[in-house]
């Protein structure tokens, strides 16, 4: 299973899983919350996408976890 998410999966959706057809999923920054149903699809042999931008997604509930006691951190 291959799967690319984020900005640029939006922008690129249509060769990712058309021309390329090398990736099963391709989800935007907005769709994180389908990504169960959507690596069901993918579990089922479809190719999965959800690109569409939300007006109302404010990622409110969304906290950093910290897995190291370092002080590395990065956000994508």
Same mark, same amino acid.
């Given at each position: 299973m291959v799967g690319i998410l984020g900005c640029m999966a939006e922008r690129l959706?249509? *060769?990712l899983l058309e021309a390329e057809k090398m990736v099963d999923l391709v %989800?935007?920054?907005d769709a994180y919350r389908s990504l169960p149903a959507l690596?069901? *699809?993918v579990d089922d042999g479809q190719t999965a996408m959800n690109v569409q931008l939300s007006l109302d997604e404010t990622?409110? #509930?969304i906290t950093p976890i910290r897995h190291s006691s370092? #002080? %590395?951190s990065a956000y994508m």
């Open positions: 959706k249509t *060769q %989800v935007g920054p690596l069901t *699809q990622y409110a #509930d370092n #002080d %590395v």
